[in-house]
């Protein structure tokens, strides 16, 4: 029976397919709901394997460069390390350390080294420095006791007034009416040389003489 259907409705698809379409001729519809279905499931294909693509790509170098940095190593010309074979050495027994500790602690108390004899130092004795020697000046003659010579030399020297202080600077002596402090000079070739408590010493071409106090 079936057969019989479709045979009949191939026929009258024949038919209408030799007839000239009308206004009111009826068409199926180009875009059925399958067809709408394939055509999303078509593009969600299409999605679908842009996205693969894409991570496929992104993914591809990462995967070149782990290659590339992890390189097997030829070791066709390496040369394997021989194994060095040690010598095989005995664990000595308990009672054998034993014996060996206490032969070595008995060694070492028979060869104590002699305690060493003190030795007593002498004492020190004071080591005397000399004193320096003290050093005596040459005493100044007075005036009176310069030679004849230089005495015709010398003019006549008064003393006026004589401060003597600790200080050098605050010392001074009034000679003929003119003050003057040591280093001065009374005139050409004759300087006050020092200013002591009883005198003035007085420096004539290197010749040295005191004024004393009256």
Do not use: C
Not at 73 to 91: E, H, K, L, Q, W
Not at 179 to 187: A, F, H, L, N, V
């Amino acid at each position: 029976m079936s057969y019989i259907l479709d045979a009949l409705k191939k026929a009258e698809r024949e038919r209408e397919l030799g007839k000239i379409p009308s206004i009111d001729s009826t068409y199926p519809p180009l875009f059925t709901e399958t067809n709408h279905y394939s055509r999303w499931l078509i593009l969600l294909t299409v999605i679908g394997l842009i996205g693969f693509i894409s991570v496929a790509f992104f993914w591809q170098p990462n995967k070149l460069s782990n290659d590339m940095t992890v390189l097997p190593t030829d070791n066709s010309n390496t040369i394997p390390a021989t194994p060095i074979a040690r010598p095989s050495v005995g664990t000595p027994s308990p009672l054998a350390h034993q014996a060996q500790v206490s032969r070595v602690s008995e060694t070492v108390h028979d060869t104590a080294p002699p305690s060493m004899p003190a030795v007593s130092t002498p004492p020190t004795r004071p080591v005397s420095i000399p004193a320096s020697p003290v050093v005596e000046t040459a005493p100044v003659p007075s005036i009176a006791e310069v030679p004849q010579y230089l005495q015709q030399k010398l003019p006549e020297l008064t003393i006026n007034a004589h401060v003597y202080a600790t200080e050098a600077k605050q010392r001074f002596v009034l000679i003929n009416g003119r003050r003057y402090r040591e280093g001065m000079s009374i005139q050409e070739g004759m300087t006050v040389e020092a200013i002591r408590p009883n005198d003035v010493v007085i420096n004539y071409q290197q010749k040295r003489f005191r004024l004393s106090i009256r």
